[in-house]
């Protein structure tokens, strides 16, 4: 195992209000990633991170954003949580070595209601 | 641009039976192939990837993938399922390139097996 966790593991939330989910890593990985995913439409990339205070977006980035002030900690911030956002949220690491495989954590429930 | 199809949403299979979960991805450049599962209430985890070389590849579970470029197509195939074998798997491919690793995943198939 990577040694990614993720914090809250379940949370539900009111509308409007800012929601923080923590990923938290052992591995020294590189490369971290915010995805989300969905019934009937698999993981979306939401942001991603290739070092400490680089960032850039995905594919669902709209009302997300992201920090990684440390190698081990990525954070993902709903500045305003709509119910759009309900969803079950993963984090992954990969390390900056050829084999590619990306690693996932145990995900985060997150039900705004 | 790139995108992944995982056409059977569900495959229900009697156990000791053979299975194949079928994959076809569309992509402008040469990608890297993966197949991952994910088991109730976790995370995704690796089953077996094709970077390179031998087109047929395999887990340390029983299962193999072979990457068909003339078909586009990367199925999933296991001679014997058992009841363990019970998860949603995914799809996924990334364009060739060193570093992060833009990954399309496929919407996923959930395979039940039943005893």
């Known amino acids: 195992d990577a040694g990614i966790t993720q914090s809250p593991r379940h949370k539900v939330t009111e509308t409007g209000t800012p929601v923080t989910l923590r990923c938290h890593q052992t591995?020294?990985?590189?490369?971290m990633y915010w995805y989300r995913q969905d019934p009937g439409h698999g993981l979306r990339l939401i942001h991603y991170?290739?070092?400490?205070?680089?960032?850039d977006k995905g594919e669902v980035s709209d009302g997300y954003s992201v920090s990684r002030s440390k190698t081990e900690d990525f954070l993902l911030t709903l500045e305003s949580a709509t119910s759009s956002q309900t969803s079950v949220y993963f984090c992954?690491?990969?390390?900056?070595?050829?084999?590619?495989?990306?690693?996932f954590g145990p995900g985060t429930r997150l039900t705004v209601t | 641009a790139q995108s992944v199809t995982q056409l059977d949403s569900q495959v229900p299979v009697f156990e000791e039976a053979p299975v194949e979960l079928r994959c076809n991805y569309s992509?402008?450049?040469?990608?890297?192939l993966f197949w991952y599962v994910q088991y109730p209430n976790q995370g995704l985890q690796l089953l077996l990837k094709?970077?390179?070389?031998?087109?047929l590849v395999e887990s340390i579970n029983g299962f193999e993938a072979e990457f068909n470029k003339s078909q586009t197509s990367f199925h999933l195939r296991k001679p014997s399922v058992h009841i363990s074998d019970t998860a949603e798997y995914f799809c996924?491919?990334?364009?060739?390139?060193?570093?992060?690793?833009?990954?399309?995943f496929g919407t996923g198939t959930k395979l039940q097996v039943i005893p």
């Open positions: 992954a690491t990969q390390s900056s070595g050829q084999n590619y495989e990306q690693y």
């Open positions: 591995e020294n990985h590189r490369y």
């Open positions: 991170s290739y070092g400490v205070k680089d960032t």
């Open positions: 992509s402008s450049v040469s990608v890297y």
């Open positions: 094709y970077l390179s070389g031998s087109t």
């Open positions: 996924a491919v990334s364009p060739h390139s060193g570093g992060y690793q833009k990954v399309t």
